[in-house]
């Protein structure tokens, strides 16, 4: 008598995605990799595959649905997150700089026409030159 059947004798009805296994001296049902649930009833992990939410973002796995969290210092719907400090203007950032949201935190850049480390950024056109007007009178 196989695993399978045993599973069945004692009245375990193992998913079609769950393989029933003795563990101890225990016959359970498990469910196969890719899968998450008690065994009687396994669900595909939609976390696993890639790309389901931001970079900075959690995926958290549902039954037949999954939910993408912003991480801690995040804002966003999940499958969007910018940094909260580019957000609520808490960077840093010069005024002539981009707040650029990355994997886990933010950086500063400074606009076209600027240079600098981004917190201070400077001008790289240089002032015109100064226009005098001469009156007759």
Not at 23 to 51: A, K, S, T, W
Not at 75 to 94: L, P
Not at 106 to 111: A, I, L, V
């Amino acid at each position: 008598m196989g695993f399978s059947d045993r599973c069945i004798e004692i009245g375990l009805k193992c998913d079609q995605n769950a393989r029933c296994e003795k563990d101890f001296g225990v016959f359970m049902c498990i469910c196969n990799p890719g899968y998450y649930g008690n065994g009687e009833y396994c669900d595909i992990d939609r976390c696993v595959q890639p790309g389901q939410c931001d970079i900075n973002a959690d995926c958290i796995n549902t039954i037949g649905a999954f939910i993408c969290v912003c991480r801690d210092g995040f804002i966003g719907d999940g499958s969007s997150c910018q940094a909260s400090a580019c957000v609520n203007g808490k960077s840093g950032c010069s005024p002539n700089a981009y707040c650029i949201t990355e994997p886990m935190t933010y950086r500063c850049e400074c606009k076209p026409g600027f240079q600098g480390d981004g917190y201070t950024c400077v001008s790289t056109n240089p002032p015109g030159p100064a226009i005098r007007r001469y009156s007759d009178t």
